[in-house]
């Protein structure tokens, strides 16, 4: 059995009895600023193993072939109306849908970007309208010319004024005329403006009275608007609220449309509100935009290719003076990839300072055309895409965020001007990967702190103490 003696010997701490030992003032200041030291140094590894750390790098896009990508966007256009605001979304694949409307929705705004009311519903629109097959026949005009001196002197005498806003360069104004001016007569015959005075039909040449159409929002030719006395009278401005007609244009379908709406009077002549149609009418009238622009917010789904979303006036029966088009716009929010809330990335800073700086670049920036440009102007943003991925350390994925850089232009066209937003993924990503630490490295870290204190402390302690005692000594004049 070994000895108690022989296992001693291999004692690395031995002691040296108290009696042995001598305290001092230096060493107990040393013992003080030393205890402090590692205290500092501890808290210093502790908080360093309890941050998150984290390595960046650029990989190519791991995006499955056939993913597709969100767009949030809402845009606000003061001088766009609802009426024939339409959002296209193209690719390079051939991808193209014209005017989606599932996800989409519009407000009428003011020019000052105020909404004027509740969403704006344009309804059911017929596809393809029939004009009738009168434009062979020779035209004679018993519609009312009416102009911006005696407009609203007719709007005030008759209860019920439809008026065809229309161009004459405009393609389909002229294949409305012949039934337009049939349509006014029989309803002239039916309904003596003299004897009966409920109705008239007018007309009013927008190329001549600019005025009077911009002050009617109209932007599409033809139009063809209801207005209605009493009831519907604004508050203060003795404006009539008045609805759109977007039902065929022969002649017959145009006399049961007026008829519809003149007939209710005599049964109820104190109440002209927009609801007093019949069933078969309401689905072709419809309230007209109050104001001349429209704020359009949604989402829709694209592929991850270069692709193009576009805003501009659309519509399979109408005609647009490219020159009077304005496509200024305020761009109130576009972000791609699921919509991350301030929270989320509140909580992420700790892995990237910079994630969520660009993913909505854009957002709150206004691009309008005083004119000064000139008409026919397209306003061009291209985007560039890039897709940034963060992960943890057993490859569990916390966000995955896309921003983007923006480059606005302006361009004149040829044809109708638009708003256009060219968007283009990046084929690489940024992966930010959060590193774990090993407790193994932190308690050897505290180790290496505990023990490098306490030597550098010793040997402060006997070079202090050296000195000390070499001092005294040469007071005392001694010699060593």
């Known amino acids: 059995m070994v000895s108690t003696s022989k296992i001693k010997s291999v004692d690395f701490y031995r002691k040296i009895p108290r009696d042995l030992t001598e305290a001092s003032l230096s060493g107990a200041g040393l013992s003080i600023i030393a205890a402090l030291s590692m205290i500092f140094l501890f808290g210093m590894e502790l ?61 009428s705004i003011d020019s000052n970007m105020r909404p004027t009311g509740s969403e704006f519903h344009v309804g059911e629109v017929l596809s393809l309208i029939n004009h009738g097959d009168e434009t062979g026949e020779e035209v004679v005009e018993d519609s009312v010319p009416l102009t911006g001196r005696n407009f609203d002197t007719f709007t005030h005498q008759f209860p019920i004024l439809v008026v065809n806003f229309y161009a004459p360069w405009c393609y389909w104004c002229n294949l409305l005329k012949p039934s337009w001016e049939k349509a006014a007569k029989q309803i002239k015959e039916r309904y003596d403006p003299e004897m009966d005075g409920r109705v ?11 005025d009077l159409c911009r002050r009617n929002h109209i932007q599409g030719y033809p139009s063809i608007r209801i207005f209605r006395k009493g009831s519907d009278l604004k508050d203060d401005n003795a404006h009539h609220d008045h609805e759109s007609y977007y039902g065929d244009r022969d002649t017959e379908s145009l006399v049961k449309m007026v008829v519809s709406v003149v007939e209710p009077i005599h049964l109820e002549p104190h109440n002209l509100a927009l609801e007093d149609k019949s069933d078969n009418s309401s689905r072709t009238l419809k309230k007209a935009p109050s104001t001349g622009g429209c704020r359009i917010e949604g989402y829709i789904r694209v592929k991850k290719v270069p692709g193009n979303l576009m805003v501009s006036a659309r519509s399979g029966s109408h005609s647009f003076d490219s020159s009077q088009m304005n496509m200024s716009h305020v761009v109130n929010h576009l972000s791609f990839g699921q919509r991350i809330m301030p929270q989320k990335f509140s909580e992420l800073k700790r892995l990237s300072p910079y994630l969520g700086l660009s993913h909505d670049r854009l957002d709150g920036r206004p691009f309008i055309n005083q004119r000064d440009l000139g008409p026919n102007v397209t306003i061009e943003h291209y985007l560039q895409i890039v897709k940034t991925e963060v992960v943890k350390s057993n490859g569990q ?53 505990i023990g490098g204190v306490f030597t550098v402390a010793g040997i402060l302690d006997s070079i202090l103490h050296h000195s000390m005692t070499l001092m005294k000594k040469i007071e005392l004049g001694k010699n060593f």
């Open 47 to 107: 908080n360093n193993y309890l941050a998150v750390s984290t390595s960046t790098s650029v990989i190519v896009d791991r995006s499955a072939d056939g993913d597709f990508l969100r767009l949030d966007f809402n845009i606000s256009f003061p001088s766009l109306s609802c009426e024939f605001a339409s959002v296209d979304v193209s690719d390079v694949l051939g991808t193209n849908r014209l005017n989606v409307t599932k996800t989409i929705r519009k407000f």
């Open 200 to 210: 008239i039909l007018a007309k009013v040449d927008c190329t001549q009275e600019g």
């Open 397 to 449: 994925a916390l966000v995955e965020a896309y921003e983007y850089t923006a480059h606005s232009s302006v361009a004149h066209s040829y044809y109708l001007p638009v708003a256009k937003f060219h968007f283009e993924l990046s084929p690489m990503q940024v992966l930010i990967t959060e590193n774990s630490k090993s407790f193994s490295h932190f308690i050897t870290n505290v180790c290496a702190i």
